[in-house]
């Protein structure tokens, strides 16, 4: 009698036991496809962003009707294109200010140079309206074009060198900035025959 209770009570317990087994392995395993899932989702996750940074990067995609961020303009599919874009027409660089393609790349035209990635502005010799929109230091904005200020000569399209008595010079007009003063042959602005100079910038008609 008291060997089958003893053996019904270590059925019971095995029953127990393996039921307890079994859940405990259950949860293990639902943690462990949890961990696994949730680590999956994450790489999937960076991978995703890491994919819409780049795009990001390329070209900013809005939605119709939607302004583009300050310094970019729309173009007829809604993206906001920027300079050094691929393109194939000057068509396809329209909707920045003076840019053209240029060699597959959408780039500032002549006589402007790129602010950024998405604005063309002018160097000497390119159109303006204001003074700041020429952004040469010592230029000015004269009959819609940017030139350098009195007293100043360019130097190429992107600087504007103060002119002195003595600078270098190619042409009388080099020194047209100082009254009364040409380009000698020796390649230096002095003052003309007959007047003497006051300082470096200017020439008044010398005492007889």
């Known amino acids: 009698m008291f060997a ?9 317990f095995c029953l127990l036991y393996d039921h307890v087994s079994l859940v405990f392995a259950s949860k293990w395993d639902n943690n462990i496809t949890k961990r696994r899932l949730s680590n999956s989702i994450v790489e999937e996750s960076k991978d995703t962003l890491n994919e819409i ?3 990001l990067r390329s070209i900013i995609v809005v939605p119709p009707g939607s302004k583009c961020p300050p310094g970019y303009r729309p173009d007829g599919k809604g993206k906001c294109p920027k300079l050094k874009e691929s393109c194939h027409r000057d068509i ?3 909707t920045i200010n003076r840019a053209v393609c240029k060699n597959g790349k959408c780039k500032c035209e002549d006589n402007f140079t790129a602010m950024g990635e998405t604005k063309c ?4 010799g390119g159109f303006c309206i204001k003074n700041y929109d020429c952004i040469i230091n010592n230029s000015l904005c004269v009959n819609n074009k940017c030139q350098c200020k009195k007293n ?7 600087e504007c ?3 002195k008595l003595g600078k270098s010079c190619q042409s009388n007009e080099d020194c047209n900035g100082i009254s009364n003063s040409k380009c000698y ?8 025959e007959g007047y003497e100079s006051i300082g470096t910038s200017y020439c008044q008609k010398a005492d007889k």
Do not use: Q, W
């Open 53 to 55: 940074d780049k795009t």
């Open 4 to 12: 089958k209770r003893f053996i019904s009570i270590i059925i019971v």
């Open 92 to 94: 396809d660089c329209h």
């Open 152 to 158: 100043f000569m360019a130097l190429e399209e992107n």
């Open 185 to 192: 042959e020796i390649g230096k602005c002095y003052c003309k």
């Open 161 to 163: 060198t103060e002119l």
């Open 121 to 124: 502005v002018p160097l000497l």
